[in-house]
């Protein structure tokens, strides 16, 4: 997916699995991609992700971006053999951020209290416990 928003629409390298913030320092969500200089938020979905508590959970997900003045689009299983209609939404996502550019509420930068976890070192630093409580679903 990144490569596809880098390569093939040409656009800003994106952070990857970064944590976001509202402006009172709660974490909104951490998106597989973010366009820091549009808002734009892209996710993607595969098989997992199309029933039940994990639907659910991913279009909670999407409101609260959205209600924090975020575009969002997503990638699913079936853009992986055609990017075509994918590339479509992501530029169009991006032209409707720049195009409206509602008031920023939001952002990259972490609270005081926050533990990073973006980096190999900083995962490999957390304690144990922190470990099972931070990357419980996934690889350290």
């Known amino acids: ?5 880098q390569l093939d629409l040409g656009l800003p390298h994106p952070l990857c699995n970064h944590p976001i913030f509202d402006l009172a320092g709660n974490h909104i969500g951490t998106p597989d991609l973010l366009d820091v200089e549009a808002g734009v938020v892209g996710e993607y979905d595969g098989g997992l992700h199309l029933a039940g508590e994990r639907r659910a959970g991913d279009i909670q997900r999407e409101s609260l ?3 924090s003045g975020l575009e969002y689009v997503t990638m699913t299983s079936i853009d992986r053999r055609d990017p075509t209609r994918f590339l479509r ?8 951020a720049l195009r409206f550019r509602p008031e920023r509420r939001w952002t990259v930068d972490p609270p005081n209290w926050w533990t990073p976890t973006v980096t190999v070192e900083q995962r490999r630093s957390l304690t144990a416990a922190q470990r099972e409580r931070f990357l419980k679903n996934r690889a350290a």
């Open 89 to 96: 939404r992501t530029q169009e996502a991006r032209e409707r």
């Open 1 to 5: 997916m990144r490569l596809h928003w």
């Open 65 to 67: 971006f959205r209600r």
